[in-house]
């Protein structure tokens, strides 16, 4: 494996007049890893996207895609990419097949080649029997999936996906999601910017997380989840409804209600699990089902982003 990062953030600023969409932000990503970029609406995700595949260029800092820098060679470091785009980019009067095709002859593919990889790509992504249909009779799952095909139609070494799931129904969803695994265990790095945190955590190695500009958080999944603790949470079902305002404690910090159930946000189960004891035995409730919950993927992108507002 090649020690050259496959991408390389360094310092990437851009501002929209006086607002500034993106902040300084430096990040590496090695060969091979999933990567996920993370915030919410307006938090410069898209923005940082375009900047590392070459659409807009920052104002300040560089990007490099394997060694090759985006601003001094931008048809050879683009050369190596795929990108999925949130709105699909395939042309509506033309059929799957002459989608696939087409891009495979952007990407400098034989005609024998991108002939073959068409007809393998459309069969793998579930639309062998609808190839010869042009795209505007399409589902819109059906239409994201023939602009997987096309990005990745020549096999790139990084491929780029932004939000490729929003919207989708479920047999589309994991078709894509199934597919870009394939390429990623083949050897592509991904990198994956979503609002769908469920997925994130399923899918990457690694998530930068980010908000107004700026990066809140760059690790694994796993080490955010064990390293913050306020995200930790204790769930209760109760016999039934009980008002939120009997448990404020200085122990517990945010408290969720669903009906019967309740979700206390802590750093110190135990102390919140004693003032649970404590609400229950003052209005004689019965508890129904008590469980200590370590913190989500999605628990600590909310504190993180609610922290930064």
Request: charged share 30%.
């Amino acid at each position: 494996m090649s020690s050259i990062p496959a991408i390389v953030a360094d310092g990437l600023t851009k501002r929209f007049g006086e607002f500034v969409a993106v902040d300084n932000v430096s990040f590496e990503v090695p060969e091979r890893q999933f990567f996920g970029l993370l915030g919410p609406n307006g938090a410069g995700k898209t923005t940082t996207i375009r900047m590392l595949t070459g659409v807009l260029r920052p104002e300040v800092g560089r990007v490099s895609i394997m060694g090759v820098d985006m601003d001094g060679d931008p048809l050879r470091a683009k050369s190596s990419l795929g990108v999925i785009p949130e709105i699909g980019n395939v042309y509506l009067d033309l059929s799957a097949r002459e989608n696939l095709e087409m891009f495979g002859r952007f990407y400098g593919l034989s005609r024998r080649a991108r002939a073959e990889k068409a007809s393998a790509l459309l069969e793998e992504l579930g639309l062998g029997d609808r190839a010869d249909e042009r795209i505007k009779r399409f589902s819109k799952g059906m239409k994201q999936r023939v602009s997987i095909g096309c990005a990745i139609i020549h096999e790139p070494r990084v491929i780029f996906l932004d939000e490729p799931t929003e919207g989708l129904d479920v047999h589309s969803r994991r078709m894509i999601v199934e597919k870009v695994r394939q390429m990623n265990r083949a050897g592509s790095t991904v990198v994956l910017t979503t609002h769908n945190i469920e997925e994130a955590n399923q899918l990457c190695d690694r998530v930068c997380i980010v908000n107004k500009g700026k990066i809140v958080a760059l690790d694994t999944p796993d080490h955010l989840r064990s390293t913050f603790e306020g995200a930790r949470s204790v769930e209760v079902t109760f016999d039934r409804p009980v008002e939120c305002s009997l448990f404020f404690d200085q122990c517990i910090s945010k408290v969720e209600e669903k009906g019967n159930r309740m979700r206390f946000y802590t750093s110190d189960p135990d102390e919140a699990i004693r003032k649970v004891m404590a609400v229950r035995d003052e209005k004689g409730l019965t508890i129904m089902a008590l469980n200590t919950l370590a913190p989500s993927l999605e628990d600590v992108f909310v504190k993180l982003t609610e922290a930064s507002r």
